[in-house]
């Protein structure tokens, strides 16, 4: 039976009330009576009607319909208005920067992409997430006023308190690049920065609902490879909200040894698996991909031709894909062993275009290895967020600040 956050009654903490409520509300799909909310609630019926009054004031959740159950009067239900509300995503990835728009749901309404500009200059920037962010928003013929926030997703390592880019390894010309309060002035919206294997996490457990698994790891496989982790229903961002780097984990590199980059037969993962050597050895191995790129939009469209092949089961695509899901399989067994975790989830930008042949590899190499210690299952699947996962999470990043409860707010401020 699936566990449900209970409410206070308490007059002063009427804004935690809201939370659980609605989040009740957004948790069920085919709506909710004002009985059935106070018993998944724990709230007594008088605070759920004065609740549910506000809210349908404030239009983010409608009565729609009744029910008879019974021998009592029919019960009116109430559904989430997802309309009436929305988050914008961003996600800065070294190739490009992906936005996207959510509503109370969690659909994506809208979405669009910018080259990722060069932080030389951080103003310039400012300008183009801002303007890009304009004009999604009005694209979509939203009223700003509905706009809940942004979330950003970027490369670590980040200064969540201050709100500062800090020097990702693959962006190298971005350095303490003041982005959650600059971009917060530029559009007016609150903002919140978070790291992208944990906003990846954020939006994996904010979509799942009272599906999401407690205890998950999830494997980001971007420019970089990362692991986001949950544990207890809550994202595990670490003393400086920098966890998740896993790249140096080192693991035998199986058919990508010996590749011409001269590397051993064991080696870190993050390097084995890094998607402008795997086009290099895809070239290598007589893949025509366009050539040995030079650049990270280079390699963006050369893992493009990467997934083509795969498509149309190049035995030499396939194989390479195969081998890769192995070795991010190999790492992640030191991670089911070290959490005791019984899900494993994957994603990332580079991940949607080699899953069909890296996914049972993956599994294979998992719930196979010789060296996983737990004795309960591993589930194995890959996200269906795509590949604006960290984007999407991003937004899930101001839903779940908005609509999850929290128990701390029930804490007295001095």
């Given at each position: 039976?699936a566990?449900?956050?209970?409410?206070?009654?308490?007059?002063?903490?009427?804004?935690?009330?809201?939370?659980?409520?609605l989040?009740?509300?957004?948790?069920?799909?085919?709506?909710?009576?004002?009985?059935?909310l106070?018993?998944?609630?724990?709230?007594?019926?008088?605070?759920?009607?004065?609740?549910?009054?506000?809210?349908?004031?404030a239009?983010?959740?409608?009565?729609?319909?009744?029910?008879?159950?019974?021998?009592?009067?029919?019960?009116?239900?109430?559904?989430?208005?997802?309309?009436?509300?929305?988050?914008?995503?961003?996600?800065?990835?070294?190739a490009?920067?992906?936005y996207?728009?959510?509503?109370?749901?969690?659909?994506?309404i809208?979405?669009?992409?910018?080259?990722t500009?060069?932080?030389?200059?951080?103003?310039e920037?400012?300008?183009?997430?801002?303007?890009?962010?304009?004009?999604?928003?009005?694209?979509?013929?939203?009223?700003?006023?509905?706009?809940?926030?942004?979330?950003?997703a970027?490369?670590?390592?980040?200064?969540?308190?201050?709100?500062?880019v800090?020097?990702?390894?693959?962006?190298?010309?971005?350095?303490?690049?003041?982005?959650?309060?600059?971009?917060?002035?530029?559009?007016?919206y609150?903002?919140?920065?978070e790291?992208?294997?944990?906003?990846?996490?954020?939006?994996?457990?904010?979509?799942?609902?009272?599906?999401?698994?407690r205890?998950?790891a999830?494997?980001?496989?971007?420019?970089?490879?990362?692991?986001?982790?949950?544990?207890?229903h809550?994202?595990?961002?670490?003393?400086?909200?920098?966890?998740?780097?896993?790249?140096?984990?080192?693991?035998?590199?199986?058919?990508?040894?010996?590749?011409?980059?001269?590397?051993?037969?064991?080696?870190?993962?993050?390097?084995?698996?890094?998607?402008d050597?795997?086009?290099?050895i895809?070239?290598?191995?007589?893949?025509?991909?366009?050539?040995?790129?030079?650049?990270?939009?280079?390699?963006?469209?050369?893992?493009?031709?990467l997934?083509?092949?795969?498509?149309a089961?190049?035995?030499?695509?396939?194989?390479?894909?195969?081998?890769?899901?192995?070795?991010?399989?190999?790492?992640?067994?030191?991670?089911?062993?070290?959490?005791?975790?019984?899900?494993?989830?994957?994603?990332?930008?580079?991940?949607?275009?080699?899953?069909?042949?890296?996914?049972?590899?993956?599994?294979?190499?998992?719930?196979?290895?010789?060296?996983?210690?737990?004795?309960?299952?591993?589930?194995?699947?890959?996200?269906?967020?795509?590949?604006?996962?960290?984007a999407?999470?991003?937004?899930?990043?101001?839903?779940?600040?908005?609509l999850?409860?929290?128990a701390?707010?029930?804490?007295?401020?001095?």
């Amino acid at each position: 039976m699936a566990e449900h956050r209970r409410g206070a009654n308490l007059p002063s903490i009427g804004g935690f009330n809201r939370t659980v409520v609605l989040d009740a509300v957004r948790r069920s799909p085919d709506g909710l009576s004002r009985v059935e909310l106070a018993s998944r609630t724990g709230l007594s019926a008088q605070t759920v009607s004065n609740v549910t009054r506000f809210l349908i004031e404030a239009g983010m959740i409608a009565e729609s319909g009744t029910v008879v159950s019974g021998r009592g009067k029919p019960r009116t239900i109430l559904r989430l208005e997802a309309g009436s509300r929305y988050a914008v995503g961003v996600h800065v990835d070294p190739a490009v920067v992906t936005y996207v728009l959510l509503d109370l749901a969690g659909t994506v309404i809208a979405s669009s992409t910018t080259s990722t500009p060069t932080a030389d200059d951080p103003s310039e920037v400012v300008r183009t997430i801002a303007t890009s962010i304009d004009e999604l928003v009005s694209g979509a013929r939203v009223d700003v006023e509905a706009v809940l926030g942004v979330g950003i997703a970027s490369p670590g390592p980040i200064d969540v308190d201050a709100g500062v880019v800090l020097d990702p390894p693959f962006l190298p010309r971005w350095r303490d690049v003041p982005l959650r309060d600059a971009l917060a002035e530029a559009t007016g919206y609150p903002v919140l920065l978070e790291k992208d294997v944990t906003a990846a996490v954020v939006g994996e457990m904010f979509l799942a609902g009272e599906s999401s698994a407690r205890n998950f790891a999830f494997v980001y496989f971007g420019t970089g490879f990362g692991v986001g982790l949950a544990v207890d229903h809550e994202p595990v961002r670490g003393v400086g909200s920098n966890a998740g780097d896993a790249g140096h984990i080192m693991v035998d590199q199986l058919g990508l040894a010996g590749t011409p980059d001269g590397e051993g037969a064991r080696g870190e993962v993050g390097a084995a698996v890094a998607p402008d050597r795997l086009v290099h050895i895809a070239e290598a191995r007589g893949l025509a991909l366009g050539g040995a790129p030079a650049d990270v939009a280079a390699v963006d469209r050369a893992w493009d031709a990467l997934g083509a092949a795969i498509d149309a089961e190049d035995p030499v695509a396939v194989g390479l894909a195969a081998e890769a899901g192995a070795v991010m399989g190999n790492a992640v067994v030191l991670i089911v062993n070290l959490l005791d975790i019984d899900r494993v989830v994957f994603g990332g930008p580079f991940w949607s275009r080699i899953a069909s042949a890296a996914l049972p590899a993956a599994l294979a190499a998992i719930v196979d290895s010789p060296l996983l210690v737990p004795k309960h299952p591993v589930l194995v699947t890959e996200s269906g967020r795509g590949a604006d996962v960290a984007a999407v999470g991003a937004a899930c990043l101001v839903l779940d600040a908005a609509l999850s409860p929290r128990a701390s707010a029930l804490l007295i401020r001095r």
